[in-house]
């Protein structure tokens, strides 16, 4: 199917018929990839078994940050409210 870029503000877009959209399954967020001098749109890389891996870690007691927070000027001087 042939179609054109439409200008959307600062970009360009492509509208894709309803018809595309459903055979592809995509939803409200895809995911955007050149490939092969293509642009490839495709269903958003569902994050599946991370609630699974993070219960993991919390058992073993692995679920702690890699890095020290960083303090701010709000840590540093009292809050007013």
């Excluded at 001098?37 to 993070?54: D, F, P, S």
Aim: hydrophobic letters at 40%; charged letters at 35%; a positive charge.
């Amino acid at each position: 199917m042939k179609t054109r870029l439409v200008r959307i503000g600062n970009s360009r877009g492509v509208r894709l018929p309803k018809p595309l959209i459903e055979e592809a399954g995509l939803t409200e967020e895809v995911e955007l990839r050149v490939r092969d001098g293509a642009i490839v749109i495709a269903r958003a890389a569902a994050r599946a078994g991370w609630a699974e891996a993070a219960k993991r870690l919390r058992q073993r007691d692995e679920d702690h940050l890699l890095d020290l927070p960083t303090p701010t000027r709000f840590d540093e001087k009292g809050w007013e409210w």
